[in-house]
């Protein structure tokens, strides 16, 4: 069983709807939960850090963890063409410097 | 904002060369890291660095692999002898003692 698991999409919504984003993880040791941005040709951007459960924002965006049922989300409000990219999650354990990506899910806002 | 700087941009060797994928991590970061992404794979470990020495390696890591400090400011990955499947973007990671990790915009290795 893969330890996070992403839908790799493509998804692709209009400019301007609300984007959900999610992945399932299997290692219930994780406690710290990542979502980066990658656009092509560059390397991951972190957008959102997260500490075991609950939400957190940060202008368009929203993170969600629930540890109860391993889930992790990503909202992307008023979404715009710039937010076009591969979004990554991420988990590593407490005290543990590795960090397990998913596969990424493709996103294109269509103008 | 400080950024995590890594060169060469792109690096093409012949199989059983040597190479060496340099980084420069933001400045006062403790933790440094190494990962890389297959062409349509995932972004993957392979090994972290805290105070000189490795602190963790994947199973990918192998006697083939070494990374190093040379000079308190860059981290280096060295890869003894290319195969055609070590063919990939090589990223280049750094945090500060409870911080996120950033990374770098990688190195596209091309083993011909």
């Known amino acids: 069983q893969k330890e996070v698991e992403q839908d790799p999409g493509p998804l692709s919504v209009p400019e301007g709807a609300i984007v959900s984003l999610n992945c399932t993880y299997s290692?219930?040791?994780?406690?710290?939960f990542m979502w980066y941005r990658q656009y092509s040709r560059k390397g991951p951007e972190l957008l959102m850090y997260?500490?075991?459960?609950g939400n957190k924002e940060d202008g368009r965006f929203t993170a969600q963890v629930d540890k109860s049922s391993k889930y992790i989300s990503l909202f992307i409000r008023d979404s715009q063409p710039s937010d076009s990219a591969t979004y990554l999650c991420?988990?590593?354990?407490?005290?543990?410097?590795?960090?397990?990506f998913g596969t990424g899910t493709r996103l294109t806002i269509i103008p | 904002e400080p950024e995590v700087t890594q060169t060469p941009s792109h690096q093409v060797t012949q199989m059983g060369q040597e190479v060496i994928l340099r980084c420069v991590p933001i400045?006062?970061?403790?933790?440094f890291y190494w990962y890389r992404q297959i062409l349509g794979q995932k972004v993957e470990f392979l090994v972290s660095?805290?105070?000189?020495?490795?602190?963790?390696k994947s199973e990918i890591f192998d006697d083939q692999f070494s990374v190093e400090r040379p000079d308190g400011s860059n981290f280096t990955l060295k890869i003894r002898s290319t195969k055609l499947e070590d063919s990939a973007m090589y990223f280049c990671?750094?945090?500060?003692?409870?911080?996120?990790?950033?990374f770098g915009n990688g190195t596209r290795l091309t083993v011909t």
């Open positions: 990671a750094s945090r500060h003692r409870t911080s996120p990790l950033h």
């Open positions: 290692n219930s040791a994780f406690q710290y």
């Open positions: 997260t500490y075991s459960s």
């Open positions: 991420a988990a590593r354990n407490f005290g543990n410097e590795k960090l397990t």
């Open positions: 400045s006062n970061h403790l933790y």
């Open positions: 660095f805290y105070n000189n020495e490795i602190s963790e």
